[in-house]
């Protein structure tokens, strides 16, 4: 039945001699409930108060059915080492001690100060727990505590002693001291602001420990003490804080994992501390640059792995054989290309992708054609004859008419009033095909073309003389001017003529040849 129901007792208190049993229902009261003597309940009870206190000093026996406590902001204490509960459920209370000769399964429940539960057996929990001020939970060396529905919301959790330890939390949890004969799982919900506080050791002495962190991991000055091994798992350890546990084994760290699961290709060591992230830090394969010219072979390329953190070192965050190639070919066109990095794989998480500048990092530079001009000569003033030559320097089987277009020409910047002398004769009129070919003068270009001296004419006016008698006046012209030039204009000098004979030359035929004339620029 219902004691209190139709009209709420103020308080309730029994003496301490004797034994009260509730057969099931309710008890409710305004005030407080408190329960000196035997307390037996032989059917599901609750017990219900408007804000007050729920008091068993003498030892509560309920494991018939569930003990279910409603007191609002009252506090609720059962601590009597005689008692043993099956079921015990706060849905409403603030400060609640519970302690149980057995095991203790606790039902849902809404706390809003602290619990204390203290047993000779496990503890367990049939309903989601939430609980605003510090829990702390004692089952004993050999015993478990298992607190592992995902809807629970503790603020901190602290385990003096138990076997095996699970605690699940929906949103952050503070945890610690732990002290564990056992495994030991402190497990956050994933999601931001979910981060797991510790706020002193958590030590077992014949177990693992794994934390299991929903974003960071506060370490504080704590530490993990484990007689097996330790694994954390949070999300970067860039946002952990504190000082973070030192796993002093091979593979420290391992990335893009979670507790839920490993990622592709990943390998968890089946021994040894680790810490699991679920961030994915990037390798990457940087390229040395490298160029070559058009139609030779591609050299070897080479490049290094970048990007380990965290301390990881190579030998434990990849393997394989780092290597450099580039998608371009002997015929590949003058250009820049890639050079890509691969053959390593990562056992702990890592990714690996291209540095930016390595598409770019190869460079085909052009092959040099040379335009080689045929030597050419004509006289001064006259025109410039027909001027040729070839182009030279093709590569794979390459040819003037498959990898340039155009005319090829050879022209020479000499005209018809050049001076004697040389002149440069150069190619030109050619492009190549896709850039792939650059083009300058063989060195003979610059001298190839030879502009001659036209010939002077001297034309004596012939002369005569006796034998005996002095030479005459000789005179002349000099014939042969080109481009309008004269003597005037062309030469230096004054135009005499000279014969070797003398006064006493016998009598005959003399050369009469004329002189006295330099040509101007040769």
């Given at each position: 039945?219902?004691?209190?129901?139709?009209?709420?007792?103020?308080?309730?208190?029994?003496?301490?001699?004797?034994?009260?049993?509730?057969?099931?229902?309710?008890?409710?009261?305004?005030?407080?409930?408190?329960?000196?003597?035997?307390?037996?309940?032989?059917?599901?009870?609750?017990?219900?108060?408007?804000?007050?206190?729920?008091?068993?000093?003498?030892?509560?026996?309920?494991?018939?059915?569930?003990?279910?406590?409603?007191?609002?902001?009252?506090?609720?204490?059962?601590?009597?080492?005689?008692?043993?509960?099956?079921?015990?459920?706060?849905?409403?209370?603030?400060?609640?001690?519970?302690?149980?000769?057995?095991?203790?399964?606790?039902?849902?429940?809404?706390?809003?100060?602290?619990?204390?539960?203290?047993?000779?057996?496990?503890?367990?929990?049939?309903?989601?727990?939430?609980?605003?001020?510090?829990?702390?939970?004692?089952?004993?060396?050999?015993?478990?505590?298992?607190?592992?529905?995902?809807?629970?919301?503790?603020?901190?959790?602290?385990?003096?002693?138990?076997?095996?330890?699970?605690?699940?939390?929906?949103?952050?949890?503070?945890?610690?001291?732990?002290?564990?004969?056992?495994?030991?799982?402190?497990?956050?919900?994933?999601?931001?602001?979910?981060?797991?506080?510790?706020?002193?050791?958590?030590?077992?002495?014949?177990?693992?420990?794994?934390?299991?962190?929903?974003?960071?991991?506060?370490?504080?000055?704590?530490?993990?003490?484990?007689?097996?091994?330790?694994?954390?798992?949070?999300?970067?350890?860039?946002?952990?804080?504190?000082?973070?546990?030192?796993?002093?084994?091979?593979?420290?760290?391992?990335?893009?994992?979670?507790?839920?699961?490993?990622?592709?290709?990943?390998?968890?060591?089946?021994?040894?501390?680790?810490?699991?992230?679920?961030?994915?830090?990037?390798?990457?394969?940087?390229?040395?640059?490298?160029?070559?010219?058009?139609?030779?072979?591609?050299?070897?390329?080479?490049?290094?792995?970048?990007?380990?953190?965290?301390?990881?070192?190579?030998?434990?965050?990849?393997?394989?054989?780092?290597?450099?190639?580039?998608?371009?070919?002997?015929?590949?066109?003058?250009?820049?290309?890639?050079?890509?990095?691969?053959?390593?794989?990562?056992?702990?998480?890592?990714?690996?992708?291209?540095?930016?500048?390595?598409?770019?990092?190869?460079?085909?530079?052009?092959?040099?054609?040379?335009?080689?001009?045929?030597?050419?000569?004509?006289?001064?003033?006259?025109?410039?004859?027909?001027?040729?030559?070839?182009?030279?320097?093709?590569?794979?089987?390459?040819t003037q008419a498959t990898a340039t277009t155009g005319t090829l020409s050879f022209t020479t910047p000499?005209?018809?009033?050049?001076?004697?002398?040389?002149?440069?004769?150069?190619?030109?009129?050619?492009?190549?095909?896709?850039?792939?070919?650059?083009?300058?003068?063989?060195?003979?270009?610059?001298?190839?073309?030879?502009?001659?001296?036209?010939?002077?004419?001297?034309?004596?006016?012939?002369?005569?003389?006796?034998?005996?008698?002095?030479?005459?006046?000789?005179?002349?012209?000099?014939?042969?001017?080109?481009?309008?030039?004269?003597?005037?204009?062309?030469t230096a000098g004054a135009l005499s003529f000279t014969t070797p004979a003398v006064a006493n030359s016998?009598?005959?035929?003399?050369?009469?040849?004329?002189?006295?004339?330099?040509?101007?620029?040769?």
């Amino acid at each position: 039945g219902a004691v209190g129901a139709t009209s709420p007792l103020q308080t309730l208190t029994t003496d301490t001699a004797g034994t009260t049993k509730i057969n099931g229902g309710t008890v409710t009261t305004v005030g407080t409930q408190t329960y000196n003597d035997t307390l037996v309940l032989g059917a599901a009870t609750k017990l219900t108060t408007t804000d007050s206190a729920v008091t068993a000093a003498g030892a509560v026996t309920a494991t018939s059915g569930a003990l279910t406590l409603a007191v609002g902001a009252g506090d609720v204490t059962m601590n009597n080492v005689s008692n043993d509960f099956g079921t015990v459920a706060v849905i409403s209370g603030k400060n609640v001690t519970l302690r149980d000769k057995n095991a203790l399964d606790l039902g849902a429940s809404a706390i809003t100060g602290t619990l204390t539960v203290n047993t000779s057996g496990a503890i367990t929990q049939s309903g989601a727990m939430a609980v605003t001020g510090v829990t702390t939970l004692a089952a004993g060396v050999g015993n478990n505590i298992i607190l592992s529905n995902t809807a629970n919301d503790f603020s901190t959790v602290t385990v003096t002693t138990g076997n095996n330890i699970t605690v699940n939390d929906k949103n952050a949890m503070t945890a610690g001291p732990v002290t564990a004969a056992g495994n030991v799982l402190l497990q956050t919900a994933t999601g931001v602001g979910n981060s797991l506080t510790l706020a002193g050791n958590i030590q077992s002495t014949g177990g693992g420990i794994t934390l299991a962190s929903g974003e960071n991991i506060h370490y504080g000055t704590n530490t993990l003490i484990a007689a097996m091994r330790w694994l954390t798992y949070s999300v970067d350890p860039a946002n952990d804080t504190g000082t973070t546990p030192t796993p002093g084994n091979p593979k420290p760290n391992i990335y893009n994992s979670t507790f839920a699961a490993l990622g592709p290709g990943v390998v968890l060591p089946g021994t040894g501390n680790h810490h699991v992230y679920s961030t994915q830090p990037t390798i990457s394969y940087t390229a040395n640059p490298a160029a070559r010219t058009y139609g030779a072979a591609n050299p070897a390329f080479s490049g290094t792995a970048t990007g380990l953190v965290n301390g990881d070192t190579a030998a434990d965050a990849y393997s394989g054989t780092l290597t450099f190639a580039s998608t371009a070919t002997a015929a590949s066109n003058a250009g820049s290309y890639d050079i890509n990095g691969s053959g390593l794989t990562s056992g702990i998480g890592y990714k690996f992708a291209q540095a930016p500048a390595n598409a770019t990092a190869f460079t085909i530079n052009p092959a040099t054609l040379t335009y080689n001009a045929n030597a050419a000569n004509r006289l001064y003033g006259a025109a410039n004859p027909a001027l040729s030559g070839t182009v030279a320097g093709f590569v794979l089987g390459e040819t003037q008419a498959t990898a340039t277009t155009g005319t090829l020409s050879f022209t020479t910047p000499a005209v018809a009033n050049s001076n004697v002398g040389s002149y440069a004769l150069n190619g030109g009129g050619l492009a190549a095909n896709n850039g792939n070919y650059v083009f300058v003068q063989a060195p003979a270009n610059a001298t190839a073309f030879t502009i001659n001296p036209a010939t002077l004419t001297y034309t004596a006016n012939a002369a005569n003389r006796l034998y005996g008698a002095a030479d005459p006046a000789f005179s002349g012209t000099v014939t042969g001017f080109v481009l309008g030039e004269t003597q005037a204009t062309a030469t230096a000098g004054a135009l005499s003529f000279t014969t070797p004979a003398v006064a006493n030359s016998n009598v005959g035929t003399y050369a009469l040849n004329g002189g006295g004339l330099t040509a101007n620029n040769g």
